[in-house]
């Protein structure tokens, strides 16, 4: 079974430009989730899809961050215009169901200067 | 204050027993995992605990949960250099589908 593809792997942009962020989940996973994770702490949950419509998307800075799940599948993250403060690694996660057995890609490392 | 609080870090000597310790604070958590992270790589999941269990063991892995003290431990038997990572306690809480990360424990084995 093939894992979550996250990319790019590494990305360094000035502050206030814009970038993206790809996903694509496991086959047949209904659920994709985007975490936020600052070095040194946990992951931050940052906007959870079921298929392609949005459950929770809370913790999403919405002035400059925007997530979208097209057909249910992949999925993309964006920042605009970014800070300083959103460098980070991205992480996407899928699963089958919830309870909370999630299958992690490898991230996004963001760094912004 | 956070939601899942863990130590930050651990040492320990490779063949001895680790444990890494976990306080949650939602007693409606039905799930409660373990997840390891190395250097530039995803979270991995270890193993799981549904809340009406007070232990379970996987091989070199035993997870307690007391569930009165809200506290969780993950036990490594028989630690080895590739045991060295960030350790991540999470709990699952079926309102809101929603899956919180304690700060994680980065654990290192010297051999």
């Known amino acids: 079974e093939a894992g979550v593809a996250q990319s790019p792997r590494y990305k360094i942009i000035e502050k206030r430009q814009s970038v993206a962020f790809w996903c694509n989940p496991i086959?047949?996973?209904?659920?994709l989730y985007w975490y936020q994770q600052i070095l040194g702490q946990g992951p931050k949950l940052l906007i959870q899809?079921?298929?392609?419509?949005?459950?929770?998307d809370s913790q999403l800075p919405k002035d400059r961050f925007s997530a979208e799940r097209l057909k249910g599948v992949d999925s993309t993250l964006k920042i605009q215009p970014a800070k300083l403060e959103d460098s980070a690694v991205y992480l996407c996660?899928?699963?089958?169901?919830?309870?909370?057995?999630?299958?992690f890609g490898s991230g996004t490392r963001l760094t912004v200067v | 204050g956070e939601d899942v609080e863990q130590s930050l870090f651990l040492s320990v000597r490779e063949g001895d027993s680790s444990v890494i310790n976990c306080t949650y604070t939602?007693?409606?958590?039905?799930?409660l995992y373990w997840y390891k992270q190395e250097p530039g790589a995803g979270l991995q999941l270890l193993t799981y605990?549904?809340?009406?269990?007070d232990m379970k063991q996987d091989q070199r892995l035993t997870v307690l949960l007391n569930k009165k003290d809200k506290h969780l431990s993950l036990r490594i038997a028989d630690t080895q250099t590739g045991d060295s990572a960030i350790y991540f306690c999470?709990?699952?809480?079926?309102?809101?589908?929603?899956?919180?990360f304690g700060g994680g424990t980065r654990v290192l084995v010297k051999p």
């Open positions: 996660a899928s699963s089958l169901a919830p309870r909370g057995g999630y299958t």
């Open positions: 086959s047949g996973h209904a659920t």
């Open positions: 605990i549904f809340s009406n269990m």
């Open positions: 899809f079921q298929n392609n419509g949005v459950v929770d």
């Open positions: 999470a709990e699952y809480k079926a309102a809101g589908n929603k899956l919180t």
């Open positions: 939602d007693s409606s958590s039905t799930y």
